[in-house]
């Protein structure tokens, strides 16, 4: 289907003339006499292009493009000017028209015109089905787990994040900082600007000052035209800065202004740039520790530590292990065309007693990697990394030698005898590969 269109006008020969046209092109036609009728049909039909008249019984065209891009700003319109009239048309554009159409004297041009448009409303339902699936990801109740650790840091989450509260979020690495800054994003008035995240740690601290704030044109070597910084990007939502005690002192000092006054300067630029950006950041370092060794501004600290959360490491929150397992599993099970149904009580023993050093992200990768390599629809301790399976309860038909010479052979069949890639899964050095392989007789 070609989609839907609307065609406001309150002359029936015009309007049918032009349903008929467009609808041998495959679109679905609406038709509405006046802007009262045209609201109803937006409401209850999926419309993607309005064609409406100027002038109307009981309104104005000109004036319904607003109205249009004010409550389904996905749709876009095209308005019918009557004759020599193009001052209507110039308005219309600036409301937020797509395009304007002379009656009788453009009728060339209505169809590649429907056609563009619709092409840009297509385009902008599937943004906004992107950023609604987005937002579905990054709720609270999408964020697993029901043990008390966590479910204490969710309700201070749901709590702070309609406000436009400073959070800092401390937590091991692989614990879900950057999760919970989504969700605080997505459950407060800010939801509709953009949300934007910084690890510190990843960007030279060179350019990071460039990369925050922005620069103009000539203020270093390099620097051939002007630049907007992630706080300009993220202008009216939320910057998430993480691994924020990685953060160069001196550059401090320019994100307590932002704190404090809500203001910047780019680089090379003596104007201040107001912005309106909420402020949320995460480290896994003791930032005490840092301020006590000059690393980290005290005063930068409580400005951030308004409202802190302690995100539960894996370790401490073990009770969650088999419902995260799980969720994983099911997640890569339609990835990989594979009908996995569970796990074995000796995988979960092996989970259990891991020491989840890189906690949910950890968990994750170890699930998928045995996705990977079982060749049944329950995984077992034999797709697990050999560290895993030492201290499992296992038959005596299956001591560790024989796990281990099982494991390389399910990971060998798996990439189809490839050595350098079998030695990256298994963790080892292609020499001692081929050492297991020799000795084992693979």
């Not at 109307?56 to 009557?82: K, W």
């Not at 990394?385 to 796990?403: I, K, W, Y």
Request: glycine share 6%; charged share 25%.
């Amino acid at each position: 289907m070609n989609g839907h269109i609307l065609i406001i006008d309150d002359e029936d020969q015009l309007r049918k003339l032009l349903s008929r046209l467009l609808s041998l092109e495959g679109y679905t036609m609406h038709e509405a006499a006046n802007v009262r009728s045209a609201l109803k049909i937006l409401e209850k039909e999926d419309i993607s292009v309005v064609l409406s008249d100027v002038k109307l019984p009981d309104g104005n065209g000109v004036e319904l493009v607003q109205t249009v891009r004010s409550r389904f700003p996905q749709v876009e319109t095209i308005v019918l000017t009557a004759y020599g009239n193009i001052a209507d048309g110039v308005q219309a554009i600036k409301n937020g028209a797509f395009d304007y159409i002379t009656k009788g004297d453009d009728n060339n041009r209505i169809l590649p015109l429907v056609s563009k448009a619709m092409d840009k409303a297509r385009l902008q339902f599937r943004i906004r089905d992107l950023e609604k699936k987005i937002a579905g990801k990054y709720n609270f109740d999408n964020i697993l787990g029901n043990s008390p650790e966590i479910n204490t840091a969710k309700e201070l989450a749901r709590k702070v994040a309609p406000t436009d509260m400073t959070v800092l979020l401390l937590g091991e690495t692989g614990s879900g900082k950057e999760v919970f800054a989504h969700a605080i994003h997505e459950g407060s008035n800010r939801r509709q600007q953009p949300f934007v995240a910084v690890n510190c740690s990843a960007i030279g601290k060179d350019i990071l000052e460039s990369e925050l704030f922005g620069h103009v044109a000539g203020a270093f070597t390099g620097a051939v035209k002007d630049k907007k910084g992630f706080f300009e990007e993220a202008r009216g939502g939320t910057i998430f800065l993480d691994e924020i005690g990685e953060m160069p002192v001196e550059l401090q000092a320019k994100l307590l202004r932002v704190l404090e006054a809500q203001e910047f300067y780019k680089v090379g630029e003596a104007k201040p740039v107001k912005t309106d950006v909420r402020v949320i950041a995460a480290t896994n370092r003791h930032l005490e520790q840092e301020i006590a060794a000059g690393h980290f501004r005290e005063d930068l600290f409580y400005r951030l530590s308004v409202f802190q959360i302690s995100l539960p490491s894996l370790n401490e929150r073990r009770k969650d292990i088999p419902l995260l397992a799980t969720w994983f599993i099911q997640q890569f099970s339609p990835k990989l065309n594979k009908r996995l149904t569970g796990m074995s009580p000796a995988f979960m023993q092996a989970l259990q007693q891991h020491s989840w050093k890189g906690n949910i992200r950890e968990l994750r990768n170890v699930i998928e990697r045995a996705a990977i390599l079982t060749d049944t629809d329950t995984l077992d301790v034999a797709s697990l990394p050999f560290d895993f399976q030492q201290g499992v309860d296992t038959p005596s038909s299956m001591r560790l030698a024989e796990m281990e010479r099982s494991h390389i052979i399910r990971v060998l069949a798996h990439v189809k005898g490839n050595k350098t890639k079998a030695a990256e899964l298994l963790d080892i050095g292609l020499t001692t590969l081929y050492n297991k392989i020799r000795e084992y007789n693979i």
